[in-house]
């Protein structure tokens, strides 16, 4: 007799520049490509696509595995397919602004460059 066995809600963390995302998976595989392709585009302008590092549990032991995603070793690397539980981390690319926050610095900058070139014209006129 032949068993077949399928995981029930297997799911995928991805965290850092792309998440937080909780990715159910059908079927019992998914690719590392496949669940990144899977995250909105808004959250990929943010992260360093190329590093990612995926932490996987195996006999109570947590293990991080680092791949690059632009070189073939991707698809000999044990964690290309996924398990269940793993945490993918994409590495942020830097600070991420909300649209207030890139008003206010869009006329921060120029303001306090402005105030610190009179600061320094007046001091050297005091001399």
Do not use: C, W
């Not at 909105?40 to 680092?66: C, F, H, L, Q, W």
Request: hydrophobic letters at 40%; charged letters at 20%.
């Amino acid at each position: 007799s032949i068993v077949k066995a399928e995981l029930e809600n297997f799911t995928v963390t991805v965290l850092g520049g792309m998440g937080p995302h909780i990715i159910p998976v059908e079927g019992n595989s998914i690719t590392i490509l496949e669940v990144l392709a899977q995250i909105n585009s808004s959250d990929t302008e943010s992260s360093k696509i190329p590093d990612v590092m995926v932490v996987r549990t195996e006999n109570g032991k947590r293990e991080a595995y680092t791949i690059n995603l632009q070189t073939k070793e991707l698809y000999n690397s044990p964690v290309f397919y996924l398990q269940q539980n793993d945490l993918v981390y994409v590495k942020p690319r830097g600070v991420k602004l909300s649209n207030g926050g890139d008003l206010s610095l869009k006329y921060f900058t120029p303001a306090v460059t402005a105030l610190s070139s009179v600061l320094y014209i007046i001091a050297l006129t005091k001399r």
